[in-house]
Structure formats: C-alpha cells, structure tokens
Nanobody, 126 residues
C-alpha cells in the first residue's frame, strides 16, 4: 500500500504560479512511477504529467507542456508539480497517483496507476 497526500492547491490569478506537492508513505516511493491527473467539473479525469522511478524521464499532456514541470525527490518521498502561466482552463482538482510501472516511458493512462491521493483544488481566476 502507498498512501498519497496532495497539498499546495489554492486560488490564483491567470498568469500566476503554484507548486503542488504529493507526500508518499507506506511502500518505497522510489519503486513507483508517479503521475499527476486532474478533473474539472463535468469533465473526465485527464492526464497531466508523469515521471519514472528514477526521475530521469518525464511526459506531459500537450495542454501543459512548457508551463508545468513534474519532479520528484526520492529522499523526501515527495512528488511535485510546478505550474506556471496558469490559465482558467487549468481549474480542476489535481490528483497524484503511483504506478508499479518499471519502464522508461512514463505511463499516461489512469488504469496504469494503482494508488491515488484525495486531490487538491486548483482554481485559476481570469
């Protein structure tokens, strides 16, 4: 079992920045690929970013590429999502997730992830 707790969400104006954190406990954090997903009201959950176990490879949704950066600190058991140039369309509940995937290409499908956090709300005002 892996327990995940997100933090760092809030209300920000368009063009602003936020950094989300996801603290992991339970099994070895470094043994999991990690991802960020989001769900806006009335929409399906969608992939945002993912990172492999070592942190050496990342992958992003086209909608956030160049604006968001995913990173991890395996010594601190923590995953991050640095979000810049935020847009109202980024408003959603953001979830972190852990996957047992061991390959080099970070997984983007939510069915690849076994453990999920409770989510943190990000609201971007125009």
């Amino acid at each position: 079992q892996v327990q995940l707790v997100e933090s760092g969400g809030g209300l920000v104006q368009a063009g602003g920045s936020l950094r989300l954190s996801c603290a992991a406990s339970g099994r070895t954090f470094s043994g999991y690929a990690m991802g960020w997903f989001r769900q806006a009201p009335g929409k399906e959950r969608e992939f945002v970013a993912a990172i492999i176990r070592s942190g050496s490879n990342t992958r992003y949704a086209d909608s956030v590429k160049g604006r968001f950066t995913i990173s991890r600190d395996n010594a601190k058991n923590t995953l991050y999502l640095q979000m810049s140039s935020l847009e109202p369309e980024d408003t959603a509940v953001y979830y972190c997730a852990a996957s047992p995937y061991i390959g080099y290409i970070p997984p983007t499908l939510d069915r690849s992830y076994d453990y999920w956090g409770q989510g943190t709300q990000v609201t971007v005002s125009s």
